[in-house]
């Protein structure tokens, strides 16, 4: 299966040729702010996996001391991609076009949602990290 992607004003666009694993939302702070959302979306991806489309040379690398990164498009803002250490590690899921064929398997870092957030019922969340995560921005 091919899964296709593009930030918002869609100069930037890539293709994942193989599935998605992992899919999570955290909750914590630092996604809130990273996602400018309630919550993360984000799924991983296998770096061969993953091919640019288009617009790469729009891309800005915003990367922490401990080598986890997000790319963003620099002209519509879109977070495109987690990275580990300048390699593509995943990718957002709100910048999918279509369907991935993979659901939000689990909500972590719930115990530090946004107050004004309301969780929806039957889903699987953790106050804190899931037992078997890696998680981009707890590092
Ligand atoms: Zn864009
Ligand atoms: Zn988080």
Request: glycine fraction near 10%; hydrophobic fraction near 30%; charged fraction near 20%.
């Amino acid at each position: 299966m091919t899964i296709d992607g593009e930030c918002f004003c869609g100069e930037i666009s890539y293709s994942v040729s193989g599935p998605l694993r992992d899919a999570r939302s955290c909750h914590c702070s630092r996604c809130r702010k990273a996602f400018s959302s309630q919550a993360s979306a984000y799924a991983v991806v296998d770096p061969e996996h993953f091919k640019w489309k288009s617009g790469e040379n729009l891309l800005t690398l915003y990367q922490n001391q401990y080598g986890f990164g997000l790319q963003f498009c620099k002209v519509c803002g879109s977070t495109l991609c987690g990275t580990f250490n300048g390699q593509v590690h995943g990718v957002t899921l709100g910048c999918i076009n279509g369907d991935p064929k993979i659901e939000i398997g689990r909500h972590i870092f719930v115990g530090s949602k946004a107050k004004w957030e309301v969780m929806p019922n039957d889903v699987l969340q953790y106050d804190e990290a899931a037992p078997d995560d890696t998680q981009l921005s707890d590092q």
